[in-house]
């Protein structure tokens, strides 16, 4: 079975410091691993997305996530938080040798970007 | 990158009338699409996949006589809310797949039954 865990309701960082979302993942195969960015009473946009080769991915709006097998890991991180991120994050798993298989999402973590 | 478009993107209907909301993939052809319901401050639940040309799959606990799927083409799949009621009220927001892996979704739609 797959599951996705994001240990943090909510994160609260000031603005220019960087910022770290945290999201843990288990799957019974080899992962693909998806962040997605929620802005009130909107749908999912991507951020970004690991499906092989190297372990720091980069995405939008200055966005990466780095995979870490060995801790089951995909935390996302940004060097210098904009108070334009706050919004609400998913971490999403699916094994990629589950082509039918829907993504599971983890439960979202609140990001607040102070002044 | 995939568009997504959702129609409409908010109504208010009276308590057991239908409703029906619309899925599209604009510049990309997706024989996958997925509907999920969002309660506030929760995550997404899977309601059902919506394959095209054939049946969608829901999953447990989803009425699929409550919610009907058609997906009846490459870039349409519509979720119909039957005999809505107050507890019916939700973001419901689609996505589609686009190769092997990424889910583009949705802006959602919000509805509210009274």
């Known amino acids: 079975a797959q599951s996705v865990a994001q240990p943090e309701d909510q994160v609260n960082v000031a603005e220019g410091n960087p910022l770290t979302v945290k999201c843990t993942y288990s799957?019974?195969?080899?992962?693909?691993l998806f962040w997605y960015v929620q802005y009130p009473n909107r749908g999912l946009q991507f951020l970004l997305k690991?499906?092989?080769?190297?372990?720091l991915v980069k995405g939008s709006y200055g966005f990466e996530a780095e995979f870490n097998k060995s801790q089951t890991s995909f935390h996302l991180k940004k060097p210098s938080a904009l108070v334009s991120d706050s919004a609400l994050y998913f971490c999403a798993v699916r094994d990629i040798h589950n082509y039918g298989q829907n993504f599971v999402f983890g439960p979202g973590t609140r990001l607040s970007v102070l002044p | 990158g995939a568009v997504v478009s959702q129609h409409p993107s908010w109504v208010i209907c009276k308590s057991g009338t239908s409703v029906k909301i619309e899925c599209r993939s604009l510049d990309f052809q997706a024989t996958t699409m997925f509907w999920y319901r969002q309660f506030p401050k929760q995550s997404l639940m899977l309601m059902a996949t919506?394959?095209?040309?054939?049946?969608?799959?829901?999953e447990q606990g989803v009425e699929k006589d409550k919610f009907l799927i058609n997906h009846a083409s490459l870039t349409l799949s519509t979720l119909t809310v039957t005999s809505a009621h107050p507890e019916d009220s939700s973001f419901y927001i689609c996505s589609a797949r686009a190769g092997e892996d990424t889910q583009y979704f949705g802006p959602g739609t919000r509805l509210t039954v009274l």
């Open positions: 919506s394959n095209e040309g054939s049946k969608a799959t829901y």
């Open positions: 799957v019974s195969g080899n992962p693909y």
């Open positions: 690991y499906i092989t080769g190297d372990n």
